[in-house]
T-cell receptor, first 115, second 116 residues
Framework: AQKVTQAQTEISVVEKEDVTLDCVYE???????LFWYKQPPSGELVFLIR??????QNEISGRYSWNFQKSTSSFNFTITASQVVDSAVYFC????????????FGKGTSLLVTP | NAGVTQTPKFQVLKTGQSMTLQCAQD?????MSWYRQDPGMGLRLIHY???????DQGEVPNGYNVSRSTTEDFPLRLLSAAPSQTSVYFC???????????????FGPGTRLTVL
């Protein structure tokens, strides 16, 4: 069975602080994909990143960075110098062949960035 | 390409009524899936399909039926709506990851359903 755990339900930071959102996953698939999505108050799902299980290389995109570690089954997301516009709910998700590559989502972390 | 489309965007039902949420994609994707989103619960998988004629249950399938007669369409049916089915419903599609092909997921805009 697949499982994604986002232990942080809510995080509140002051603008310009760095913040890390944690994601731990469980899967029996040897090939799987990990995702992060952002859901702003408007409700749509905004794709941020996708990683396959064979690529543990960390990635940086502007103020966003991701740390994928298979040894600890974690795929953490860091926002550097947070901004008010980063306020949203962030979801980590996992897909694999056992469920037709449908996504298994964590419960989300609500991030509030205050000025 | 329109991507993944969902209709309607909003719907209000009375308990016991039936309805079908429509989902269509024009990208010739084999894989399609339905999710519901409730406050504090994230998105939970209802049903998914790996191709025309093939469907399977996800985490929360009770009260919902699906069928996949064509590659393009994956409708979700509520046979007898209940207040517990009040939620936001998302449909998604992706192609089969093979070789170097990635598992990019495409989401529809969602349907907000209220059951009174």
């Amino acid at each position: 069975a697949q499982k994604v755990t986002q232990a942080q339900t809510e995080i509140s930071v002051v603008e310009k602080e760095d913040v890390t959102l944690d994601c731990v996953y469980e899967t029996r698939d040897t090939t799987y994909y990990l995702f992060w999505y952002k859901q702003p108050p408007s409700g749509e799902l905004v794709f941020l990143i996708r990683r396959n299980s064979f690529d543990e290389q960390n990635e940086i995109s502007g103020r966003y960075s991701w740390n994928f570690q298979k040894s600890t089954s974690s795929f953490n997301f860091t926002i550097t110098a947070s901004q008010v516009v980063d306020s949203a709910v962030y979801f980590c998700a996992l897909s694999g062949s056992n469920s037709g590559y449908a996504l298994n989502f964590g419960k989300g972390t609500s991030l509030l960035v205050t000025p | 390409n329109a991507g993944v489309t969902q209709t309607p965007k909003f719907q209000v039902l009375k308990t016991g009524q039936s309805m079908t949420l429509q989902c269509a994609q024009d990208m010739n994707h084999e894989y399609m899936s339905w999710y519901r989103q409730d406050p504090g619960m994230g998105l939970r998988l209802i049903h998914y399909s790996v191709g025309a004629g093939i469907t399977d249950q996800g985490e929360v399938p009770n009260g919902y039926n699906v069928s996949r007669s064509t590659t393009e369409d994956f409708p979700l049916r509520l046979l007898s709506a209940a207040p517990s089915q009040t939620s936001v419903y998302f449909c998604a599609s992706s192609q089969r990851p093979q070789g170097d092909r990635d598992n990019e997921q495409f989401f529809g805009p969602g349907t907000r359903l209220t059951v009174l």
